[in-house]
T-cell receptor, first 113, second 114 residues
């Protein structure tokens, strides 16, 4: 299994509070991704990174920001959480862009009340 | 917006039956991947196809990439309960090279009953 962890694994928070999710990898992969998974929508890309301090938006980036200050860590921040951001969040890594394999973390279940 | 439409969204079959899952788009893809996800876990890659018309077999699973590279299919022969899970197709749109982006379909939930 690829060395990729996510923390926390579960979180319940209230509307309006800031939340940060962490993705940590030990594979030294260049690319890192944040997705959200909701019923009927598959996986939707929030933000991704193609190197340290190099990030770009995905298809559902509104309300989210990211940072990558070192190769192994990719942080996803919800500046002011809303109930629509209740979801399961997955981090993924890959050594190169497609068609390289993306390896997924175990996911973080976030509930915003 | 580039979309990948999967069908069917849900499939419940008996052990031993055959099934096909489809992944269609109006966009052209440089490559297409199929992932399988079990409850509580992240998706795991099953196969990558990169050439139009390509067919790949993985034991009882057969994957095909359409000639025009706009669609793909996954066929499972003699399904087993262990095949139960969420199947996701994901494509790398032409023109997005080096961005690292993948577009995912909405998934097909397969339940194989013993």
């Amino acid at each position: 299994d690829a060395g990729i962890t996510q923390s926390p694994r579960h979180k319940v928070t209230e509307t309006g509070t800031p939340v940060t999710l962490r993705c940590h990898q030990t594979e030294n992969h260049r690319y890192m991704y944040w997705y959200r998974q909701d019923p009927g929508h598959g996986l939707r890309l929030i933000h991704y990174s193609y190197g340290v301090k190099d990030t770009d938006k995905g298809e559902v980036s509104d309300g989210y920001s990211v940072s990558r200050s070192k190769t192994e860590d990719f942080l996803l921040t919800l500046e002011s959480a809303t109930s629509s951001q209740t979801s399961v969040y997955f981090c993924a890594i890959s050594g190169r862009g497609p068609p390289d394999t993306q390896y997924f973390g175990p996911g973080t279940r976030l509930t915003v009340l | 917006t580039q979309l990948l439409e999967q069908s069917p969204q849900f499939l419940s079959i008996q052990e031993g039956e055959n099934l096909t899952v489809y992944c269609n788009s109006s966009s052209v893809f440089s490559s297409l991947q199929w992932y399988r996800q079990e409850p509580g876990e992240g998706p795991v890659l099953l196969v990558t196809v990169v050439t139009g018309g390509e067919v790949k077999k993985l034991k009882r699973l057969t994957f095909q990439f359409g000639d025009a590279r706009k669609d793909s299919s996954l066929h499972i022969t003699a399904a087993q309960p262990g095949d139960t899970g969420l199947y996701l197709c994901a494509g790398d749109p032409v023109g997005s090279s080096n961005t690292g982006k993948l577009i995912f379909g909405q998934g097909t939930t397969l339940q194989v009953k013993p």
